[in-house]
């Protein structure tokens, strides 16, 4: 599996929370932005990787946001791709209005602790929280030799396996475009790894 699209697999309340909530850690982490972290990447960025161990946030807050992430409605999302699925990494992606973020061609695997390594299985699910559009920072997939232009709506989860080549733009609309991204793998990678990624069993804490 390259990629797949789940037509409106999000609970409404998820989406309400969701929609709220990341633009809340955009806005708070913003003007940290360059500065160190203590987990995941270990600096702060236009993005927010460890979303759900953000010392900017409050504990209850990064509680309910982990409480998201290892949900049985995420188990039951990523079990038939990773039957026995780890735990690595959290997302929190907000292109706010004319803002200058996008993403260069990449494979998520590349910047992972095996960037070589072909049979690690990692998959990223993007919870989308906006409409995706040409104009607010769309995702392209390359698949067969082309580029797949893929327009997910709001309450779509798209996957995405770590070693698919994949790109989004800029957000040229006056609304943001928001997704949260929850990151699982076969086998436990996140340990040691710059300030430390998730490594546990995926189980369904809540």
Partial sequence: MKYQLQKNKIPQQIIEYLQHYTLKVKQTTKPLEGTSKLYGSGIY????????????MSGLENKKLFDIYTSKFMYDIITPHIPNP????????????????????????????????????????MLVLDDFTPENGFIQVYD????????PEKGDVLLINGNTLHKSGKNKTDKPRRAYLC????????KGFQNGFYYERFETYS
């Fill in 45 to 56: 960025w236009k993005g927010l990787d460890m979303a759900s161990k953000c010392e900017a």
């Fill in 86 to 125: 780890f735990l690595f990494n959290d997302q929190i992606v907000v292109k706010e209005p004319y803002e200058n973020f996008d993403f260069e061609p990449h494979r998520d695997n590349q910047y992972g602790p095996y960037p070589f390594d072909e049979t690690l299985v990692t998959i990223n699910c």
């Fill in 144 to 151: 067969n030799n082309e580029w797949i232009s893929l327009f």
């Fill in 183 to 190: 990151v699982y793998s076969d086998r436990p990678i996140g």
